[in-house]
């Protein structure tokens, strides 16, 4: 069976950093890329940072986060990190990590992302 499990959501002040974490198991995580979404009340969830699987490793940012977030990988750990940096009052949002296999789309729970005006 696939999990995937995020943690490390939290309530931060603008311009504050945290880090997420997504630990995948039931599945041979380092060949899959994996997804960060984040999903707004009141907006469809978004797509804003991926990562490939396969040892590339290869990054892409949506505009909004792109220099502020960076998402990277612990194939030993299998385990997917957002650092989110800069925090924006825009930001707050519920976060989830995203693993999309062949027929399958995976999501975690989600986190809650909090930032006070």
């Known amino acids: 069976q696939v999990r995937l499990v995020e943690s490390g959501g939290g309530l931060l002040q603008p311009g504050g950093s945290l880090r997420l974490s997504c630990v995948v198991s039931g599945i041979i995580f380092s060949i899959y890329g994996m997804d960060w979404y984040r999903q707004a009340p009141g907006n469809q969830r978004e797509l804003f940072a991926s990562?490939?699987?396969?040892?590339?490793?290869?990054?892409h940012y949506e505009d909004s986060v792109q220099g502020r977030f960076t998402i990277s990988r612990d194939n030993t750990e299998k385990t997917v990190y957002l650092q989110m940096n800069s925090l924006k009052p825009e930001d707050p949002a519920d976060y989830y990590c995203?693993?999309?296999?062949?027929?399958?789309?995976?999501w975690g729970q989600g986190t809650q992302v909090t930032v006070s005006s």
């Open positions: 995203h693993l999309w296999v062949p027929g399958f789309d995976y």
């Open positions: 990562i490939n699987g396969g040892g590339g490793g290869s990054t």
